[in-house]
């Protein structure tokens, strides 16, 4: 006679990405039934060279009720799907051409040589990686971009017998450290001191102390996730398959002339990148142009001819197709909440009631709402464009240096980046990794406090 199984608790699932994000729409829409609409007047300023919609302050006020139905909601996916075209098509492109630079075997031989190379333990291969994203985040604000170099990661973590939340860490991660961190990032730092009337990337000295610190803090901590990986074995979420390392065998052999034509492509693409964005303004149209020519490069040139380029690219095209459609899913949740005219009445309830606090509570106050707003508006530019009108007069009042004012917004919109769903390069790079976002929080989330406290000690010297 046998006995069934005891039946075991079911364990807490986290939803998929498409789920989180259409719970997220569906917030967004009851937020405009059961707010009230109101809008700021809006006025063009000329910001860091560029003309700029912002609102002026003491304007808000109340306009009549437009709530988002379901109907409205899918309405307003299809616009959030066509206001992130460039985005999206960019990230399809440096899928195609990374696909195409893996395929290659460059990457995967390229790779193998820096861990076999490293004396003792291979592990500080992560250290130069991590340093060179938190370096493209602090200077150019690199975050969409980091899409690209996913293929790249898991190989690396791949060959460094860690897992896919290592992988996503080494990039976008680091990238995210230094951006939110960042003493030089144009689209949070520049555009927040412009409206603030402050010289442009003032006070760069006590931000990249601070931004070491907070790069350090996070190599420390994957460090010791690395190694806890290593001790005890990867969760199953984050696990590898079986045999799983890129479209490559598990180990693949130098070939000095087609190999070292690829790396010189890749180390050129990545200056031109730098330069391009830094002198020249690219964004991603610009960017799209340059991995599009790499990965034609790379592969024709690399061993793949031109039939082997396409297959590539269009493998990679399939590959980075989820990735590339949750940013436009979650650019939807700002076109919701703009038609339902309530993101306004938001800035508005939590700034206003700040100026009954003393400076130091209202100091807090800033970097925490500024934190709560980044849900909502998860672009840095757009939300410097909404709240550093308001905000700059508010400390004006309160006696707060605006170099304060600056750093709760820089803080509060760099930290959130790291956890909230609606961040669509986050959600983007965890859907290509194939990472379940539940094994991300568990991962980042002891990081983030430590960054909370970090850049709370940070506005107190301030």
């Known amino acids: ?31 405009t ?12 300023l000329n910001i860091a060279g560029s003309i700029k919609t912002t609102i002026v302050p003491g304007s808000y006020a109340p306009v009549p009720a437009s709530p988002v139905g379901p109907i409205g909601l899918l309405e307003c996916v299809q616009k959030g799907l066509v206001d992130a075209a460039d985005v999206i098509f960019f990230v399809f492109l440096v899928g195609g051409a990374f696909a195409t630079i893996e395929r290659t075997g460059a990457l995967e031989a390229g790779l193998g040589r820096l861990v076999s190379s490293i004396k003792g333990n291979a592990l500080w291969a992560m250290v130069p990686v991590m340093i060179l994203f938190a370096l493209g985040g602090a200077s150019i604000g690199m975050s969409e971009e980091v899409i690209a170099f996913v293929p790249m990661m898991l190989l690396l973590a791949r060959r460094l017998d860690l897992d896919r939340t290592m992988a996503v860490a080494l990039c976008m991660g680091a990238a995210t450290v230094g951006y939110g961190f960042a003493p030089l990032n144009p689209f949070s730092v520049g555009i927040a001191q412009s409206f603030a009337g402050l010289p442009l990337f003032s006070g760069i000295g006590f931000r990249s102390v601070v931004c070491s610190i907070a790069v350090a803090l996070f190599i420390a901590h994957c ?41 010189l492509v890749l180390a050129a693409s990545a200056v031109a990148l730098v330069v391009g964005v830094m002198n020249y303004g690219w964004y991603m149209q610009e ?45 939807a949740i700002k076109v919701v909440l703009e038609r339902g005219h309530v993101i306004d009445t938001v800035v508005y309830g939590l700034f206003t009631p700040l100026s009954e606090f003393p400076a130091w509570v209202a100091g807090l106050g800033l970097f925490l709402a500024q934190g709560l707003i980044h849900f909502l508006i998860p672009s840095s530019s757009g939300q410097a464009t909404a709240t550093m009108p308001i905000v700059i007069p508010l400390a004006d009042l309160l006696g707060l240096t605006r170099q304060t004012a600056v750093l ?12 909230w ?30 960054a909370t406290v970090l850049a709370v000690v940070a506005l107190f010297v301030a």
């Open 223 to 263: 460090f010791r996730y690395a190694k806890k990986v290593r001790r005890d074995g990867p969760r199953p979420g984050a696990a590898f398959s079986v045999g799983e390392s890129g479209t490559v065998p598990e180990s693949v052999p130098w070939a000095r002339g087609r190999h070292t034509f690829v790396w």
């Open 1 to 31: 006679m046998t006995t069934a199984p005891e039946a075991t608790p079911n364990r807490f699932k986290m939803p998929h990405a498409f789920v989180l994000m259409f719970g997220a729409l569906a917030l967004s829409c009851a937020a």
């Open 408 to 419: 709760a917004f820089q803080y509060g919109d760099g930290i959130t980046n790291f956890f």
């Open 421 to 450: 769903p609606t961040q669509g390069a986050l959600v983007a790079v965890i859907a290509t990794a194939r990472l379940p976002f539940d094994e991300w929080l568990r991962f980042v989330m002891p990081y983030v406090l430590q």
């Open 33 to 44: 039934y059961l707010l009230p609409s109101g809008e700021y007047q809006r006025a063009e």
């Open 287 to 331: 960017l799209s142009m340059l991995f599009l020519a790499a990965g034609i490069i790379a592969g024709v040139f690399g061993g793949l001819r031109l039939n082997g380029t396409a297959e590539a690219f269009v493998k990679g095209f399939s590959d980075i197709a989820f990735g590339a459609i949750i940013i436009g899913v979650a650019r």
